[in-house]
Structures are given as structure tokens and as C-alpha cells.
């Protein structure tokens, strides 16, 4: 009963360059949400996503951020033309579709030279 | 939007010693309370929930209570060891599923 993956657990990037973070949820589990946390801070929502939907991304950027959750494969946080800025760590979470308890994977580190 | 006040930020105690840590949250529709425990490099990870029909709730040496006249929620450690030593963070929910934490609680248990 595999938890909630993410990968990679450590990305670096130049400025400029794009990021692509990973998360495949909990077996059984639909919904999907990501947050960012940088150091010594909470946990801040950006987006969450269904199979093939979008339901809340209220908390993105407007720009260079995208995220997606196909019907097959993992869902993608995607950052385009990273800066220093938004070094941070990634974490998702999932939930089933029911019950609203989240459980976390291990994150994305991200690093931005 | 809601909106979630932790306290403290750090909180230092004695092996053995109880702690405490509160939380307020300011939107009358949230009805869920999960509480995380984050060790450094680590994924959060829920170590106790509470729902808004429920006062208390406990599990061994952690329990949660909750007033929700008040709008406050508290997660009580006891008999603290120094493997508890974490950053707990706090979370209200409503009807959006999308949870609000707090900034967190810097848990330090000195053997």
C-alpha cells in the first residue's frame, strides 16, 4: 500500500529554465492537491485538481505556474522560466474522494541557481 | 477566507513535561481540524484529527479539543519525548476541502 510519491525529491534549476514536478496519489485516492512551503514557514496552497479537472487553483501564480492531473499518469506541477524566488519545497497531497483528510508525499525540493 | 493564528511558534519543554499548542480560526463553516507533525527534510504527517461534532478527541498521548463557540482548537502532548521534537502545523477545513494551516509550532524536548 504505497503512500503518496513524488518525484524527483531534489530538482536544480538555472533561472530560465523549466521545472516539472511529479505526484501520484495514494491508490484509490482522485483528489490531488499541491503546496509550497518555504523555510521555517507553513504550508501554502496553490492548486487542487480531480482526474482531467482543475477545481481550485486560487492559490497559483497567474504566470509561469501550470498544473495538470491527467486521466492517466501522474499529476504535473509545471514552472516555466523558474527565478531564485521560487526555490522552495513542493509537497502533494491526496485524499479520497469522500473524506477530506489529506495525506502528504515526501516533496520536491527545488532549488534555483 | 479563513484565516488560522498558531501559537506559539516555539515551544521548548522538559522530557516528561506536557505541552500545549492553540489555534483560532476565524470562518464559522469550517468542520474539520487535522493537526501535522513535520520533522526536519520530512512530508507532514497527520498524527490527529478532529471534526466540528466532536469536542475532544485523544490517541495515547496526543489529544485534541475543540470549541467551536470560541473558534479555537488545541493538540495536548503528554509526557513529551524527545522524538516529539517537530514542527506541528494546524489546519482548519470547510466545504472547499482546501485547508488552511498555520505558520507552525517549533516543538523542542530537552532529555
Known amino acids: 500500500n504505497a503512500g503518496v510519491m513524488q518525484n524527483p525529491r531534489h530538482l536544480v534549476r538555472r533561472r530560465g529554465q523549466e521545472a516539472r514536478l511529479r505526484c501520484s496519489p495514494m491508490?484509490?485516492?482522485?483528489?490531488v492537491y499541491w503546496y509550497r512551503q518555504l523555510p521555517e514557514e507553513g504550508l501554502k496552497f496553490m492548486v487542487y485538481?480531480?482526474?482531467?479537472?482543475?477545481?481550485?487553483e486560487s492559490g497559483m501564480p497567474k504566470e509561469r505556474f501550470s498544473a495538470e492531473f491527467p486521466k492517466e499518469g501522474p499529476s504535473i506541477l509545471r514552472i516555466q522560466q523558474v527565478v531564485r524566488g521560487d526555490s522552495a519545497a513542493y509537497f502533494c497531497?491526496?485524499?479520497?474522494?469522500?473524506?477530506?483528510?489529506?495525506?502528504f508525499g515526501p516533496g520536491t525540493r527545488l532549488t534555483v541557481l | 477566507g479563513e484565516n488560522v493564528e498558531q501559537h506559539p511558534s516555539t515551544l521548548s519543554v522538559q522530557e516528561g513535561d506536557s505541552a500545549v499548542i492553540k489555534c483560532t480560526y476565524s470562518?464559522?463553516?469550517?468542520?474539520?481540524f487535522p493537526w501535522y507533525k513535520q520533522e526536519l527534510g520530512k512530508r507532514p504527517q497527520l498524527i490527529i484529527d478532529?471534526?466540528?461534532?466532536?469536542g475532544e478527541k485523544k490517541d495515547q498521548r496526543i489529544a485534541v479539543t475543540l470549541n467551536k463557540t470560541a473558534k479555537h482548537f488545541s493538540l495536548h502532548i503528554t509526557e513529551t519525548q524527545p522524538e516529539d521534537s517537530a514542527v506541528y502545523f494546524c489546519?482548519?477545513?470547510?466545504?472547499?476541502?482546501?485547508?488552511?494551516f498555520g505558520r507552525g509550532t517549533s516543538l523542542i524536548v530537552h532529555p
Open positions: 485538481l480531480q482526474k482531467e479537472n482543475i477545481i481550485d
Open positions: 478532529i471534526r466540528s461534532n466532536v
Open positions: 497531497a491526496s485524499s479520497p474522494m469522500e473524506t477530506d483528510t489529506q495525506y
Open positions: 491508490k484509490g485516492h482522485s483528489h
Open positions: 470562518d464559522s463553516a469550517s468542520n474539520y
Open positions: 489546519a482548519a477545513i470547510g466545504g472547499s476541502y482546501i485547508p488552511t
